[in-house]
């Protein structure tokens, strides 16, 4: 599915000025490092405009999944923001009280992982987990939580939604997990979704469907995407602007039909030609046609 192109053009210009007036999550300067240690990440700056699909490539360890955390304030111990900000509809999300990350997680962003089983409990049925996060983040009575879980079961793609409802996690494929996480993450309807390597572990397959999904998702319900992957032909599919990292820095930047096309950066160029051939031809070839 070949996505609009728009917002990614005026993302892609001038990222060290301004956010523009449509920006819903600018980085400046972030810099994440472990703490009385060396420097993670160094000094990104970067926007997501409201409506829009970021792609963050790179190779392992090249500071995606940090910075995404960083976004989320969910950093892993012993390492923290030292510099930057990062801000979300204008407001600095550094230094957030423990209270408001609370509400601002499911409500005005959210994040599916790579591993869906291990976010699920696996002695509580899916559907029980889903209606739990109405109840939570919605206000919604027990009746009217299960009636949305099954609704949003369905919206997922998942045949027989109200027997998913009542399936354990260990009784679903990874492909039914992930539209599950997917389901639970959107339930409070935030605005951000980041989708970490969140197709990684799925056959082929089963991951177009899943990117498939996401791509409604955004024209559908109005969310803004940033995905994460090594993968660019998971980039090219879903993503109009692309941000490549290496070893904490963003070294190339643009819409992601240009940068596909005419890599500025050794790295990237390095990247494309490593890639599996099929699927960056493939990708190549879908964009020209359009």
């Not at 070949?2 to 819903?24: I, K, N, V």
């Not at 009385?36 to 360890?61: C, R």
């Not at 009542?166 to 409070?188: C, D, H, N, W």
């Not at 397959?205 to 409604?216: F, I, K, M, N």
């Amino acid at each position: 599915m070949l996505l609009d192109s728009t917002h990614a053009d005026r993302a892609a210009t001038d990222s060290a000025g301004g956010p523009a007036p449509d920006t819903l999550l600018s980085v400046r300067g972030l810099r994440v490092s472990v703490v009385n240690g060396s420097e993670l990440v160094h000094g990104l700056d970067f926007d997501v405009p409201t409506g829009s699909a970021v792609g963050l490539v790179g190779e392992s360890g090249s500071g995606k999944t940090l910075t995404c955390r960083a976004v989320l304030g969910v950093l892993p111990a012993g390492v923290e923001v030292t510099g930057g900000e990062v801000r979300l509809r204008g407001t600095d999300l550094n230094g957030v009280p423990a209270a408001e990350w609370t509400r601002l997680r499911g409500t005005d962003l959210a994040a599916v992982f790579q591993d869906p089983a291990s976010y699920l409990n696996p002695s509580i049925t899916v559907g029980s987990q889903l209606a739990e996060v109405l109840r939570v983040k919605m206000a919604l009575a027990r009746k009217a939580a299960r009636y949305r879980a099954v609704e949003l079961l369905a919206a997922m793609g998942l045949h027989r939604p109200e027997h998913v409802y009542t399936q354990y996690p260990f009784e679903l494929s990874g492909g039914m997990l992930q539209r599950v996480l997917i389901a639970v993450a959107i339930a409070a309807e935030p605005e951000l979704l980041i989708a970490d390597e969140a197709t990684t572990a799925l056959d082929v397959t089963v991951q177009a469907e899943v990117l498939e999904l996401l791509a409604r998702l955004r024209i559908g319900r109005g969310l803004t995407l940033i995905v994460v992957s090594h993968d660019l032909a998971v980039i090219a599919q879903v993503c109009d602007t692309v941000h490549v990292f290496r070893a904490g820095q963003i070294v190339e930047s643009g819409p992601t039909r240009h940068v596909l096309r005419h890599p500025g950066h050794p790295y990237t160029r390095e990247l494309i030609e490593n890639h599996e051939r099929f699927g960056v031809d493939r990708v190549r070839r879908r964009r020209s046609a359009s």
